[in-house]
């Protein structure tokens, strides 16, 4: 029994370890589209807030301002409702030379 409990709550904080999920795709010459995708947001500011960490890792020498931001349907989910305020949203940036 307490096996079963302990796997369930591991199953349950699973789907929060990978809080925000953060995808980048390269999409020409310095140029990337970004995605953040939360579980448990707190408003559209946070998600941003990660759309420029994200941009800063992929742009060592600087990155530009974030374009055609665009909210997405989240994929984040679970069996047993955690995600309870999922967001997502997606935007380009380009990297300075």
Same mark, same amino acid.
């Given at each position: 029994m307490r096996a079963a409990a302990g796997a369930l709550c591991v199953l349950l904080l699973a789907g929060c370890q990978s809080d925000p999920s953060l995808h980048s795709t390269r999409i020409g010459p310095d140029q990337y589209r970004l995605q953040v995708d939360r579980c448990h947001v707190i408003d559209r500011a946070? *998600?941003?807030s990660d759309l420029r960490a994200l941009a800063t890792r992929k742009c060592p020498a600087g990155a530009g301002a974030l374009e055609n931001i665009q909210s997405l349907p989240s994929q984040q989910g679970s069996l047993f409702g955690?995600? *309870?305020?999922r967001g997502a949203l997606q935007a380009e940036v380009r990297c300075m030379p």
């Open positions: 946070q *998600l941003e955690e995600c *309870l305020r």
